[in-house]
């Protein structure tokens, strides 16, 4: 069964940075698809970043292109979302989530990643950027 679970968030100052981890288990992270997202209070789902090892593909959205990086450590099953320069606009909950992607079925493009295509979610974990 696959499992992720979410860590990383805090209260931070405008200009901060923080690491979110998504940690999964019951599952081989390198065959998946692996999304981060954010849903902001009023406001819908967003995608951040996206990574698939499948076809490498790697999508990250306008608003946080040279910010946050998206990474993988294989050996803990584990995806990663650096996150500098942090921005009011930038607070929300942010998810992880997981879809088996192998061979490639194109869920995550340089154009974007759907959050209707992902079918395993974490609980989330709050992001505050405010001085």
């Known amino acids: 069964q696959v499992r992720l679970v979410e860590s990383g968030g805090d209260l931070v100052p405008p200009g901060g940075s923080l690491r979110l981890s998504c940690a999964g288990s019951?599952?081989?992270?390198?065959?998946?698809?692996i999304g981060w997202f954010r849903q902001a209070p009023g406001k819908g789902r967003e995608g951040v970043s996206c990574t698939s090892k499948s076809d490498g593909s790697t999508y990250y959205a306008d608003s946080v292109k040279g910010r946050f990086i998206i990474s993988r450590d294989n050996a803990k099953n584990t995806v990663y979302l650096q996150m500098n320069s942090l921005k009011p606009d930038d607070t929300a909950v942010y998810y992880c989530a997981a879809e088996f992607d192998y061979p490639s079925r194109g869920v995550v493009t340089t154009l974007g990643c759907d959050y209707a295509d992902f079918g395993s979610w974490g609980q989330g974990t709050q992001v505050t950027v405010s001085s």
């Open positions: 019951g599952f081989n992270m390198d065959y998946y698809a």
